[in-house]
């Protein structure tokens, strides 16, 4: 439990004190070798996200230092966006995150192609998928520069009721 | 110390006597199939304890929230502290049934069962991407091709990855697989240390109660437990020898019928169990019946209201020993592990049973291993392939009196067995569902998925597809395609 009381109370805002608790217990349930830390391998243990095409993106995203494991730090901040209390900013980058691959504040062609492809797989040949990414882009993209921003991303996503899909009881 | 062996020896005399005497009428009672009442009685005196407990620890809860609040943040604690109380107050009346105000503004009440908070996320769950219909081992082409069919082709758009996302996320922080392996979380202490993960030190009053719960079943119920159950085995292996020398015929099936349901009357009282049966009306009588999987002792609890053949694998230790009781008196189909991989060797020994009238009717637990006893996992096809027609039965724990999964990874069969009977009782339903039959031109795979639906349904379990295998074994990659979509 040592690392869970040495946290710092702001990074959790979005948690009482009984849901670090509960997020304890899943994390050191979920870390399979008692590492401290998440390594790909340990999320994949479990089967229903193993069928997920885009939790390689997800654990990505948790993964904020990048050194491919998500220790419970980083875990906690990960949920957290999630959270009921969590607002709608936080929401949308996160959202904007899963496309942009390389972090640079961009969608561009190429990344918004490889999520697609993920998502669907072989199911599509890859004009086709190709087709659908310039369409998407060029919808969204209203200063013209090829990519999308996150503000661009936002006017398109922002009416959607991100507030009811990206929320996780904890 | 001489005065101390003295003393002890004087107690002891005192109280064999009375330990005699009721091991001697429970033995009798359960031979004769009667019952007094006085495990109900028991089981209702618990109720009120753990009722009492809930109360204390409530209130040390409330205590705790109270100084919380008063250090830290003002606002959460009143709030949550009436909240537990509403959700314990609920969890009373048999927590599986439905999931109906568990959850206000996103609290869950830190006891909650994963079971309630799953139900919950799945209402709220956008259906699209997530097919609650992941993937089966042995999928044939007619059912991949229905699912396309399900799975309409939609239009692209930048949020529709929220819906995998959320699905990703609510399984990170609870999955509905994973969580079905191992000991069910209850939502109020029932005064086992073993189940007692949440909670630390209560109350000089609960302690004590937890103290006197511990000497009753430690000291009292455990050795008389222990003699029933040993004496239960013998009385079985003699009596299965005897039975096994009628000749065969109508007369050796009656004979064994009320021999086993006799012997096991014995072994289940070992267990203080208390076993209601619905619908015994729909009792099998013949042919091939289904049930839910929790642990080696659903056996017990069934074979305690009628005759059944087992099929299984050949085991050593003190489940070889019943087994090789059991297969004198009646027929019972054992196999190797190697012979076990052997579909068609199992598929035509078990027509050969069901073809004969006299043999009594077959039990089989197609989840093909223990589940928590909280979900029904995907049925083997196998044993839907054999007849047409099936008995369902659908069985379920009361988790309060103790937990009855085996959890066959963690404990030997000695240890479930010694944890069974530290425990305060097991205390179980059984329904017999009417028979269902295979309709005209229905695969073996949808039968089982039918007859599951309904066992679940009866049961109060969650009805999951999921490969009950999957607790040994990783899931496979084609998987992961059949959630992939297609857009325009």
Request: hydrophobic residues 40%; aromatic residues 10%.
């Amino acid at each position: 439990m040592g690392n869970e009381s040495s946290l710092p109370m702001e990074l959790c805002s979005n948690f009482d004190a009984d849901e670090i608790k509960r997020l304890g217990k899943r994390f050191r349930k979920l870390d399979l070798d008692n590492s401290g830390a998440l390594s790909i391998d340990e999320f994949m243990s479990l089967p229903e996200l193993q069928q997920n095409p885009l939790v390689q993106r997800v654990i990505d995203i948790f993964d904020a230092d990048g050194n491919g494991e998500v220790d419970f730090r980083e875990f906690i901040q990960g949920v957290s966006q999630f959270s009921v209390k969590g607002d709608k900013l936080s929401k949308l980058k996160f959202a904007f995150r899963i496309y942009d691959m390389d972090n640079d504040g961009f969608i561009s062609n190429g990344e918004l192609f490889q999520v697609l492809k993920m998502m669907v797989g072989n199911n599509l040949k890859d004009t086709q998928l190709q087709q659908i990414v310039d369409k998407t882009i060029l919808f969204a993209d209203k200063d013209e520069d090829g990519k999308i921003s996150f503000d661009e991303f936002c006017s398109v996503v922002g009416n959607t009721d991100i507030h009811k899909k990206m929320v996780v009881d904890v | 110390m001489a005065a101390l062996i003295v003393v002890l020896s004087v107690v002891g005399s005192i109280l064999l006597t009375p330990f005699l005497m009721i091991l001697v009428s429970i033995i009798f009672l359960a031979s004769i199939g009667k019952s007094l009442g006085v495990r109900r009685l028991y089981i209702k005196l618990l109720l009120m304890i753990f009722e009492y407990g809930r109360i204390n620890i409530e209130v040390a809860q409330r205590k705790v929230r109270k100084d919380d609040s008063d250090e830290e943040d003002m606002d959460v604690s009143p709030e949550t502290g009436q909240e537990s109380k509403l959700e314990i107050k609920e969890s009373i009346p048999q927590g599986n049934s439905v999931p109906n105000g568990v959850v206000t503004n996103g609290y869950f009440n830190h006891n909650s069962t994963s079971l309630i908070n799953r139900q919950d996320n799945l209402i709220l769950l956008p259906e699209p991407p997530k097919i609650p219909n992941p993937p089966h081992h042995d999928t044939d082409i007619t059912e991949a091709s229905l699912n396309k069919d399900d799975n309409v082709v939609k239009h692209f758009e930048l949020s529709t990855c929220f819906d995998y996302i959320k699905a990703g996320m609510e399984a990170i922080i609870e999955d509905q697989v994973t969580s079905r392996f191992v000991a069910e979380e209850l939502k109020n202490w029932n005064l086992l240390t073993r189940t007692n993960m949440n909670y630390e030190f209560i109350s000089w009053r609960l302690t004590f109660i937890w103290m006197c719960g511990f000497v009753v079943r430690y000291f009292f119920l455990f050795p008389l437990r222990v003699i029933i159950c040993c004496f239960g085995v013998l009385w079985l292996t003699i009596c299965t020898a005897m039975v096994g020398y009628a000749p065969d015929g109508p007369f050796k099936a009656w004979l064994n019928s009320k021999v086993s349901i006799m012997c096991f009357g014995i072994l289940s009282s070992a267990l203080s169990s208390v076993i209601t049966y619905h619908n015994k009306e729909n009792a099998p009588k013949n042919g091939i019946c289904v049930a839910n999987h929790t642990s080696p002792i659903d056996v017990l609890m069934l074979m305690c209201d009628n005759c059944y053949s087992l099929i299984g694998q050949r085991h050593g230790g003190f489940l070889g020993v019943v087994q090789r009781a059991l297969a004198r008196a009646s027929p019972h189909i054992w196999f190797e592990r190697s012979e076990a991989k052997d579909r068609h060797a199992v598929a035509a020994r078990l027509k050969e049973h069901v073809s004969n009238p006299n043999n009594p009717p077959i039990l089989i637990f197609p989840e093909g291993t223990c589940i928590n006893n909280t979900s029904v996992m995907q049925f083997k096809k196998g044993s839907f392939e054999v007849d047409s027609v099936i008995y369902p039965v659908a069985i379920k724990y009361d988790p309060r009196f103790g937990d009855a999964f085996w959890d066959s990874s963690r404990y030997s069969y000695i240890q479930y067995l010694y944890m069974m009977m530290t425990s305060w009782a097991i205390v179980c339903e059984v329904w017999y569902l009417p028979p269902m039959y295979r309709k005209e031109g229905e695969n073996a795979i949808d039968f089982a998925n039918r007859v599951k639906s309904v066992i679940a349904k009866q049961g109060g379990l969650v009805d999951l597809v999921w490969d009950g295998q999957l607790k040994r074994i990783k899931p496979k990659k084609e998987w992961k395609e059949r959630q992939q979509e297609e857009f325009r």
